[in-house]
């Protein structure tokens, strides 16, 4: 092989001289070989370390070479495995093929030849496909996070767990300020996981009532009422094999909340007005840009609702504090205008963009978005000048507590303390009166939060 890594391969034969045959035979063939005597052994050396190609035999003492195919494939093997057998009978050499064996071969006198044909017949057919997984895989990485861009060290994170999580089937939940890119992060989560070809389904819960919420997301069956004049399928029906995504969760009701944590613990769903239990396999996606701890407390959102979506939380940060992302994303949002307006401004100009990393961006990357298409809309020239954006972000309200001095002076002193006091009361509202979190989210050790608890008389 031209590659740099040499294929290994696992000899199982029982009968010595065959094994010892084989072993010359392929190192000399320059692969990385080991042998087994039995299929135990085989088994073993098969779930420690990876093979390219298994070459087993197929009557063995104590467990036969198909045993061992259906075991090691159990054990998430996944190259290529080949038969050995003194000799085939129609059925086994079926039955092998069946169970993804590459190929078999027959012992016979002169079998070598017909073996080297084989053995790199199977490893090329692996490698390419192998090789297909991969362009597949990176296609939809670009695909998957194409649209969702980021450079600040907290997006960086925020990409490897996407990466990471797309992999497996656990409840996301996705926490975050107004337009900071939940349903983007949940597309991105589905594009990039072994469901990418199925269903992405994507439900508002907010905009709905309680019962049409309901009638939408199970469906119903006829007569159940009015206007029920067929069955209907619900959304978490035709998201079957794909992903829900279960947006503004944190708007539902008491009554829909239990019905969510049913569908989550017994993975089935009834239609309104139905008594059959309907199996789904869904993932489910959850996005809310409320405090969802804060309303377990008030006893607003049920507590083991909130567990059990929560098995993977994400947050995503606020625009503000990740101002690393603004340029990047101005210019990003800049060619995506410039591609679809049928006009070109080639690019940002200096004082905008001083602009645009100067605001708070309180609506986030929308609110960014929002303001380029604006200013991109009102500019006349060849480049995107700060005149056109919205008064809020030319004003720069980031220093506004300094451009606000007043001309016959202030206190200075008592301001600050205004600010911290305010501050420290949000934060114990936020986090529920936990103290060690407040300080924590004001970037404080515990003991100066105390100080200034005490300071300010804040409980
Ligand atoms: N990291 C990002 N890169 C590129 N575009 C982004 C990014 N984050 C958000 N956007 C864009 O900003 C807009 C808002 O994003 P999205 O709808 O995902 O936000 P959201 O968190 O779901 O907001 P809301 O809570 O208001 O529903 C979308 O147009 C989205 O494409
Ligand atoms: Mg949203």
Known sequence: MAQSTRARILIVDDERSIRELLEIFLKKEGFAVVAAATGADGLALAKATEFDLI?????MPDISGIDLLRDVRAANFTGQFILLTAFATAETAIQALKMGAFDYILKTENFMEELKLVVYGALEDRRLRE????????????HGMGNLIGKSRSMQELFKMIELVSSTTSTVLITGESGTGKELVAKAIHLNSPRADESFVSVNCGAFTETLLESELFGYVKGSFTGAASNKKGLFEVADKGTIFLDEIGDTGMAMQVKLLRVLQERTIRRVGGSEEIPIDVRIIAATNRELPAMVAENEFREDLFYRISVF?????????????????????????????GRRIDRLSDDALKKLEGYEWPGNVRELENAMERAFILETGDELSARHLPESVSSGNRNRAVADLPPEGFDLEAYVEGVQKSYLQEALRRTNGVQVKAAELLGMSYRSFRHYMQK???S
């Open 55 to 59: 070459i087993s035999d197929i009557k």
């Open 313 to 341: 939380p994400i947050e995503l940060p606020p625009l503000r504090h990740r101002p690393d992302d603004i340029p990047l994303l101005a210019n990003f949002f800049l060619s995506r205008l410039n591609a679809t307006m």
């Open 456 to 458: 300010y008389d804040v």
């Open 131 to 142: 090789e297909n997984r991969y362009l597949r895989r990176e296609f939809r990485k670009q």
